[in-house]
């Protein structure tokens, strides 16, 4: 039988704490309650319909976590009886006996890797009205550029948020920043063209170059972001993320933003500026390169997404262009999209425009902050520790060691202690700019206990490293 008392507490903290009426994270939660021993071994999970009442989701969403967590091993189906977290193998004709305490520690990990979904669920009343809203009436095709609509929302949201001189018929809607991203790299670069791009930088960024027959050539990164003098005379265009770049966290200091500016006034070279982290950051920062770029060239893009601020499942990305680049992309866009697309596109701007959404950017904002904080005051001073950065806006902090402290010892002894973070090493893709000894530390995902404990973890991985000589 199921154990009433506590099982049933259990559930009523992922509803409170983090469910997302997505079936992923549904999964991810549940995981971690079979992994740290809230829900042990033969204990009988509610139906799929009595979870979804208890949790104010579909049906299907929970039985798709699920299938997850019973692909993975976890859970299983028995018939006529229930889905039961699953027990431990044994060997045939030994008694049943607990996991070892190594196991749970090895599995149970904590992941420090970037661009995962925030810890606070997006309010589902929110999300059900703006469905309704958007469905009263039948919608007509989409036409390229997006729903109207949505473009005015984005354009109001980044004069908000980001404080951008941006006009509705600016605006180009997309799915996300890979399609904006990979849109500009077919449209609006020539194939063969050279493209300077930041190393270290996304993988994903390289990817989509590559794809589409555009040569990247390596930028190096300092303190005030890209170094624009490095950037050759033959490069035909250059992609920056200058507000939080990724992964060191710096940002691209006013001085050469606008020397951005006069290479693409001097050169023709169209600047594509990736700014989708700028949602929650709390400093005042340079002016943007789209708004430096106004009434001087129109070789200038803005690409960004909503990811951050909405639920994943309706990830949205936009681009900002203007005059000819503006025809371009357009022109690529498909011209006629179905009704769906506009119902979703409608949804998309109620939520974006309601009071909630801002309530919650600005609590999101708050909890970013706070975390951030933390991280500076457990790792800032330590004697492995070189420099921090990224430490005034973003969802990461970057991690530069000492020489002293080598990162590949140092993430191995992480992993030891049940924490997972990806290097520096993963994002420098050429091999021809100064490797950093470097990783990362996401903070968005994780509830403030959570990160202290995984800090004091890093902490004393570090201790044993290079020893506080306090």
Sequence with gaps: MMRTSTTLSIYVELARGSAES?????????????????????????SSRTLAELLEVSRPVVQEAYRVLEAEDLIESRRRSGTYVKRAEKAAGEPYRERPPAEPARRALVDLSPDQPSGEDFPVPVWRAAWRRAAHRIPDVVEGPGEAVLRRAVAAHLRATRGLDADPENVLITTGARQSLDLVAAVAIQPGTLAAV???????VIRLLRQRDVAPVPVPVDADGALVEAVPPTVG????????????????????????????VARGALIVEDD??????????????????????????????????????????????RGRRLRQLAEHLSLRQSGTVAVAQRAVAEMLGSAETRARVDRLRNAYQARRQLVV???????????????RSGSHVHVELRPEAPVDRVVRAFEREGVVTPTTARYEWSGLVR??????????????????????KITRCLDRVVPCPC
Excluded at 377 to 391: D, F, I, Q, W
Excluded at 435 to 456: K, W
């Design 22 to 46: 997505m079936a992923a994270q549904l999964a991810r939660q549940l995981r971690q309650a079979v992994q740290d021993g809230r829900l042990p071994p033969d204990t009988r999970l509610p």
């Design 198 to 204: 930041e190393d270290p930088c996304l993988p994903t």
């Design 237 to 264: 265009a250059v992609v920056v993320r200058p507000s939080h770049q990724m992964p060191l966290g710096v940002e691209l200091s006013l001085a050469r933003r606008r020397a951005l500016i006069e290479l693409a």
């Design 276 to 321: 989708r982290d700028h949602d929650f950051t709390e400093t005042i920062r340079p002016q943007s390169l789209w708004d430096l770029s106004r009434g001087r060239t129109d070789e200038a893009v803005y690409v960004g997404c909503l990811c951050r601020v909405l639920p994943d499942v309706v990830c949205t990305g936009y681009i900002l262009a």
């Design 377 to 391: 005051e457990s790792l800032a001073g330590h004697p492995a520790v070189e420099r921090l950065g990224g430490t």
């Design 435 to 456: 490797p950093r000894n470097g990783f990362l530390v996401s903070h968005n995902h994780l509830a403030e206990a959570v990160l202290s404990r995984t800090l004091e």
